[in-house]
């Protein structure tokens, strides 16, 4: 939704595979809810093309406050298969210690 790409400057979020969906304001906090989506890569074990895994995991990335009230962001991150080896694995890793990579 480009209407909420301000939301990205507010925050200075620079990954520009981070798509912001919603802002719901809660009695207690604010969640951003966004998704996290890369192109498809190769295996890291074997080499060969991994596919998309139909499901995304959510994280809860708690972020500073926004106008006084604890902000979260509620990140769904692509999850992807290697059908040779039947492992899956997620291209990036957005925990509180990296958010450095949000930013």
Not at 27 to 55: N, R, W
Not at 59 to 84: A, D, N
């Amino acid at each position: 939704m480009e209407p909420l790409h301000f939301i990205t400057k507010l925050l200075e979020i620079k990954d520009p595979n981070i798509q912001i969906m919603d802002v719901v304001n809660r009695d207690t906090h604010k969640e951003i809810i966004a998704k996290l989506d890369y192109k498809v890569p190769s295996c890291p074990d074997c080499g060969s093309q991994m596919k998309k895994y139909d499901f995304q995991k959510p994280s809860k990335i708690p972020y500073l406050e926004t106008t006084g009230m604890p902000t979260r962001i509620l990140l769904r991150k692509r999850r992807f298969k290697c059908y040779h080896r039947s492992k899956m694995m997620q291209d990036t890793n957005c925990h509180p210690k990296s958010l450095s990579a949000l930013r």
